[in-house]
């Protein structure tokens, strides 16, 4: 269930040149974004996202190490003890859920996959513990995949630059689609390190900040 999310103060909507604008600033600045999260194929990076829901990147890269060491793909995994993973993982938010999904994931993947990750959304989406948002983000990292996912900085930069106005990510995920078209593997990341680095949920970083002429907010942060 795609759950609404507290959206900032209302602004007005981008025009279509603004748009146009904002997305080839976005490329120009972000040219090769690439996530944060470290990872050596396509099990890493699975499980890398499906720790990082409400986790920093940060956390998740302290975390994954030790992980990837003593679970090295999918049938190790699957064959795991619940206790231990949860203790590999115990510094990660909701690591109890997170435990519990990873298991079931590698499990999946061995009996209907043949232990290799599927790399098509569609099937991404029948493991446990993945949704849209993270399918996505692994078709983005991992294929290059013309999609876009919406986290909690996607959503909150969207918002400011007046792209997007809708209560839910899965709502904004296909505004954003339908506005900037193309290269939104790259507008994705691009968005996420713009909102993780400077357009930040608390005293974001207006001054000397290449969208501040096209941002539709900046006047709620002016003391």
């Known amino acids: 269930m795609d759950k609404k999310r507290k959206s900032p103060k209302k602004v007005k909507k981008a025009t279509k040149a603004e748009i146009e604008e904002i997305k080839q600033r976005f490329l120009a600045h972000y040219p090769d974004s690439v996530t944060e999260l470290q990872y050596r194929n396509l099990y890493e990076l699975l499980i890398a996202v499906m720790l990082s829901a409400q986790c920093t990147d940060k956390r998740v890269n302290i975390i994954t190490p030790a992980l990837f060491e003593k679970y090295p793909d999918p049938l190790s995994l699957a064959n795991a003890d619940l206790d231990d993973v949860k203790a590999l993982i115990k510094s990660c938010s909701f690591f109890n859920n997170k ?34 948002k993270t399918a996505n983000v692994v078709m983005i990292e991992y294929a290059g995949a013309n999609l876009m996912a919406v986290d909690t900085h996607v959503y909150r930069v969207a918002h400011r630059l007046g792209l997007c106005d809708a209560p839910t990510a899965v709502k904004c995920e296909e505004q ?26 608390l005293k974001p970083e207006c001054d000397d900040c290449f969208m501040a002429d096209l941002c539709k907010s900046k006047a709620q942060f002016k003391v």
């Open 99 to 132: 435990a519990k999904n990873l298991i079931k994931m590698a499990q999946s993947v061995v009996e209907n996959y043949g232990g290799e990750i599927p790399l098509e959304r569609d099937e991404l989406v029948k493991l446990a513990g993945v949704g849209q």
């Open 176 to 201: 954003l689609v339908k506005k900037f078209k193309d290269n939104l593997h790259l507008l994705h990341q691009a968005m996420v390190l713009f909102g993780r680095y400077r357009c930040k949920a």
